[in-house]
């Protein structure tokens, strides 16, 4: 890859990218934790049961030795998903600033996609020009440095 080499992967294996509230309300699961509850492996507390709960989600361990009911409510995981925009327009050829914009979207776009999130891809000027769609995988990275070249 042209603008992602081993010694920048090598450099950007110890950070970490942090999404702290995603905008998004999609369906979809994985690793970052949202705002609402829901199903997952990561225990987040119990609460009292409300008419209503489903019966599925009742501690039943809890009742067993409290004989009150208890609901488990886990913190809910959505996948996110990252668009870079990168801008192409005839101001970026002046010195090296492309270059520059072409290694800081890649190294975002690996932070995305080393956490198993997806990644996209636009490039424009007055108008969208290269367009990747969004996948996840560090397999997309290829993909993403080929449009940029």
Not at 33 to 57: N, T
Not at 60 to 85: G, Q, S
Not at 90 to 113: E, N, Q
Request: with cysteine; proline share 4%; charged share 25%.
């Amino acid at each position: 890859m042209k603008y992602l080499d081993p010694v920048a992967q090598a450099r950007l294996r110890n950070l970490e990218l942090r999404v702290r509230r995603s905008m998004s309300w999609a369906p979809s699961p994985g690793r970052h934790a949202s705002v609402s509850r829901g199903l997952s492996h990561d225990f987040a507390q119990h609460r009292a049961y409300a008419p209503g709960d489903e019966l599925r989600s009742i501690d039943w361990k809890i009742y067993a030795r409290k004989d009150r009911f208890y609901v488990k409510e886990f913190n809910e995981e959505r996948l996110v998903t990252a668009h870079l925009l990168t801008d192409a327009s005839g101001s970026m050829g002046f010195g090296s600033k492309w270059d520059l914009a072409c290694r800081l979207a890649m190294a975002m776009a690996y932070l995305v996609a080393a956490r198993g999130d997806a990644a996209g891809l636009m490039t424009f000027d007055t108008e969208p020009r290269v367009g990747v769609p969004a996948r996840a995988g560090l397999g997309q990275l290829a993909a993403l440095d080929a449009a940029l070249e």
